[in-house]
């Protein structure tokens, strides 16, 4: 039985920043952390960094690292919205939770019995303070690039 938590640990979360600089015409460059869709492919960045501001697009039929599959929204243990910021582990502990529940819609098998991991990036209290309380999704492999959408390939 694997667990979000491993693969996480293993890849590194990565954090958001709080402000977003470019969109995704689709056909890759620079996408700003809080304009990431579901959807959208990216090359891993160079080296895990405390705070990312933008990760590198490509289209999904090229070669790339992750794919983001969903964008959610923090809720508390008790389903309720947080004012302030949870810390570290409350996200953490949220993200494995939610990334695992939406992983098997979108790549179309339960995270435990897929060959993919995920990963994910967090709101940084910064983040938190200008109002982003969203957790980024990510499927990826373990080093293997991938070269087409996991949307639905079952894999």
């Known amino acids: ?6 693969a996480v640990l293993a890849l590194g979360v990565l954090v958001l920043a709080g402000c977003g600089l470019l969109g995704d015409d689709g056909d890759g460059g620079a996408v700003g952390v809080l304009d990431i869709e579901a959807g959208q492919c990216f090359t891993a ?11 590198t697009g490509v289209p999904c039929d090229r070669e790339h690292d992750q794919e983001a599959y969903a964008v959610v929204g923090y809720t508390g243990p ?22 695992a529940q939406e992983f098997g819609e979108y790549v179309g098998t339960n995270y435990l019995d897929s060959a993919l991991f995920f990963t994910y990036l ?34």
Do not use: N, Y
Not at 78 to 99: K, M, N, T, V
Not at 143 to 151: F, N, P, T
């Open 1 to 6: 039985m694997r667990s979000g938590g491993v």
């Open 45 to 55: 960045p160079g080296e895990v960094q405390a705070e990312l501001t933008e990760l």
């Open 78 to 99: 008790g389903g309720e919205e947080a004012d302030a910021f949870p810390g570290d582990d409350a996200l953490i502990r949220f993200a494995d939770g939610a990334c």
């Open 122 to 155: 967090l709101p940084s209290v910064r983040g938190w303070e200008d109002g982003d309380t969203h957790v980024v999704c990510f499927v990826t492999t373990t080093g293997e690039k991938l070269d087409a959408s996991v949307r639905d390939s079952g894999m």
